[in-house]
């Protein structure tokens, strides 16, 4: 009887090549099956990060979600995703699925996981999440000492965003999109605009720091976040 093949899960950092961790990087290109989400009718970021890392006889499978924004749909494709997946592991062929970023920090893997980790043997390879990648991006360190971070989507109602906002010491504000012009104005309010600090397609060569008052709200992707701390340097003392 073949022995099952393992899933895993390979963090690939914010887009860099450069930033792959070398465990990632092995366990690619020793793979037989290479999966990766990709845009229903688009090209796949994932894909395009490893690109010139993958091996010619490699398998590659691509899971198609769509950009809807009923997570219905995006589940029912990761269904189908993870059957196709599955069936290669049933007759012992590894799979690497791309994650860009880190698999268990707002990725899609999860999803995958949640559907195959009880059936077969999946190992998560973390990668570098791409709030480190900014916070380098910008030279401002996140947090330290007694310093307290907190992590939150732009997606939240504005009270419960402005409550969060309000209690953290070094914050960073993910999936800003049409979210960006509602979290402006909650910074405004709360007088942290000069402490915030807009990236966008961080470790990319299109990657972009601006003030956050600077910044047109027509123009936020997805790929974009804003970094936040209440002190002006926050690696000084509070008596400096």
């Known amino acids: 009887m073949t022995a099952k093949g393992?899933?895993?899960?390979?963090?690939?950092?914010?887009g860099d090549p450069e930033l792959i961790t070398l465990k990632a990087l092995r366990l690619?290109?020793?793979?037989?099956?290479?999966?990766y989400p990709a845009p229903t009718g688009g090209?796949?970021?994932?894909?395009?990060?490893?690109?010139?890392?993958?091996?010619?006889?490699?398998?590659?499978?691509?899971?198609?979600?769509p950009m809807n924004p009923d997570p219905q749909f995006a589940l029912?494709?990761?269904?189908?995703?993870?059957?196709?997946?599955?069936?290669?592991?049933?007759?012992?062929?590894?799979?690497?699925?791309?994650?860009?970023g880190d698999p268990f920090f707002y990725g899609s893997?999860?999803?995958?996981?949640?559907?195959?980790?009880?059936?077969?043997?999946?190992?998560?390879?973390p990668g570098v999440s791409s709030v480190m990648a900014a916070a380098a991006a910008t030279g401002v360190p996140l947090v330290c000492r007694d310093d307290v971070m907190t992590i939150v989507p732009a997606t939240l109602p504005v009270e419960e965003l402005?409550?969060?906002?309000?209690?953290?010491?070094?914050?960073?504000?993910?999936k800003l999109g049409r979210h960006f012009a509602?979290?402006?104005?909650?910074?405004?309010?709360?007088?942290?605009?000069?402490?915030?600090?807009?990236?966008?397609?961080?470790?990319?060569?299109?990657?972009?720091?601006?003030?956050?008052?600077?910044?047109?709200?027509?123009?936020?992707?997805?790929?974009?976040m804003i970094l936040v701390h209440r002190r002006e340097d926050p690696w000084a003392s509070e008596e400096s």
């Open 28 to 35: 690619l290109r020793a793979a037989p099956v290479v999966a």
């Open 109 to 125: 893997f999860m999803y995958m996981f949640g559907l195959l980790a009880k059936r077969f043997r999946v190992e998560v390879v």
């Open 43 to 65: 090209t796949s970021f994932a894909r395009s990060i490893v690109a010139d890392f993958l091996v010619s006889d490699q398998i590659e499978l691509r899971v198609d979600v």
């Open 182 to 224: 509602k979290v402006r104005a909650c910074l405004d309010r709360l007088g942290l605009l000069d402490r915030a600090r807009y990236v966008e397609r961080v470790s990319l060569p299109e990657q972009r720091i601006l003030r956050v008052a600077d910044v047109d709200p027509l123009s936020v992707p997805y790929f974009s």
């Open 162 to 174: 402005e409550n969060r906002l309000e209690a953290a010491s070094g914050i960073a504000i993910l």
């Open 76 to 100: 029912a494709a990761y269904e189908i995703g993870a059957e196709a997946i599955a069936q290669h592991l049933a007759v012992g062929r590894d799979v690497a699925l791309l994650c860009q």
């Open 6 to 14: 393992t899933l895993f899960g390979l963090g690939l950092g914010p």
